[in-house]
T-cell receptor
Framework: DVKVTQSSRYLVKRTGEKVFLECVQD?????MFWYRQDPGLGLRLIYF???????EKGDIPEGYSVSREKKERFSLILESASTNQTSMYLC????????????FGQGTRLTVV | GQNIDQPTEMTATEGAIVQINCTYQ??????LFWYQQHAGEAPTFLSY????GLEEKGRFSSFLSRSKGYSYLLLKELQMKDSASYLC??????????????FGTGTLLAVQP
């Protein structure tokens, strides 16, 4: 079974803190994505990566950055956490090739106080 | 621009059939995913369509018409455990080799006895 693992299930951070959310997949997938999910807004794409050290902005990249130093790991960084970044954060991993499947991690519920 | 539309909510009866529609407008198209998400959980992969037609997988089927920018998810023999949100997502080929995975806001399906 494909495993996508996010480092924390629940996280509480203070305003202004630098926050790291880690995501690791074990299936050698090329494509990895970070989303946030808010009620009524669905999943919104923050950043994605299609290869090591490659990154592309999604629809709402402001206030976030990412890092992909190794193929299996994609990190989301909140440079200076703010209360409007309180959300559920979901990491997804999608294989390349002919038949596509996409898998999500269990999600990180981040609260910024 | 990109736009993915799904009905917000649907209700159906246990044992019945329900069809959840998704229409999309994206700058490019490289496939469409359907996901199921139970409350408080991460989305789980249901299907992927890249060619026109119907893909059947047990009680779930997914249909795609690229010319119409339209897909549907068909759920047969509904069970109470099928109560969940159903998310439509499009791989938007945003030029080059990169593929954004863009989600609709999801359809909340309630299955009633």
């Amino acid at each position: 079974d494909v495993k996508v693992t996010q480092s924390s299930r629940y996280l509480v951070k203070r305003t202004g803190e630098k926050v790291f959310l880690e995501c690791v997949q074990d299936m050698d997938h090329e494509n990895m994505f970070w989303y946030r999910q808010d009620p009524g807004l669905g999943l919104r794409l923050i950043y994605f990566s299609y290869d090591v050290k490659m990154k592309e902005k999604g629809d709402i990249p402001e206030g976030y950055s990412v890092s992909r130093e190794k193929k299996e790991r994609f990190s989301l960084i909140l440079e200076s956490a703010s209360t409007n970044q309180t959300s559920m954060y979901l990491c997804a991993s999608v294989n390349g090739g002919v038949v596509y499947q996409g898998f999500f991690g269990q999600g990180t519920r981040l609260t910024v106080v | 621009g990109q736009n993915i539309d799904q009905p917000t909510e649907m209700t159906a009866t246990e044992g019945a059939i329900v069809q959840i529609n998704c229409t999309y407008q994206t700058s490019g198209f490289n496939g469409l995913f359907w996901y199921q998400q139970h409350a408080g959980e991460a989305p789980t992969f249901l299907s992927y369509n890249v060619l026109d037609g119907l893909e059947e997988k047990g009680r779930f089927s997914s249909f795609l018409s690229r010319s119409k920018g339209y897909s549907y998810l068909l759920l047969k023999e509904l069970q109470m455990k099928d109560s969940a949100s159903y998310l439509c997502a499009v791989r938007d080929k945003d030029g080059g080799a990169t593929n954004k995975l863009i989600f609709g806001t999801g359809t909340l399906l309630a299955v009633q006895p």
